[in-house]
């Protein structure tokens, strides 16, 4: 079973950039596709990005597309979440799952990490 911990998160102005990373324990790591999901106060929690389990293939809600990149280092059962140009609407708590992607689609799985906060001032 893997289990996930996401760090990175933080307090930063619009503009600003902040990396998230999720590490992952066991040995099943570079088995899973892996997303990202944020939640905001008082909603329901939305897809952010996804990386397939090689690494080759990516997806990107249209909200962070060209701002955020997904990327994986199965060496170090680690996956990051690259943001930039942070918007005060990024504001929430950041969670990595461990999934499937398949034809295009991430399917989030039953493994979730605590989350991490992620805050943007204006």
């Known amino acids: 079973q893997v289990q996930l911990v996401e760090s990175g998160g933080g307090l930063v102005q619009a503009g600003g950039s902040l990396r998230l990373s999720c590490a992952a324990s066991g040995r099943t790591f570079s088995r899973y596709a892996m997303g990202w999901f944020h939640q905001a106060p008082g909603k329901e929690r939305e897809f952010v990005a996804a990386?397939?389990?090689?690494?080759?293939?990516?997806k990107y809600a249209d909200s962070v597309k060209g701002r955020f990149t997904v990327s994986r280092d199965n060496a170090k059962n680690t996956v990051y979440l690259q943001m930039n140009s942070l918007k005060p609407e990024d504001t929430a708590v950041y969670y990595c799952?461990?999934?499937?992607?398949?034809?295009?689609?991430?399917?989030?799985?039953?493994?979730w990490g605590q989350g991490t906060q992620v805050t943007v001032s204006s």
């Open positions: 990386i397939s389990w090689g690494g080759g293939s990516t």
């Open positions: 799952n461990a999934g499937n992607y398949y034809s295009g689609s991430y399917s989030s799985g039953n493994i």
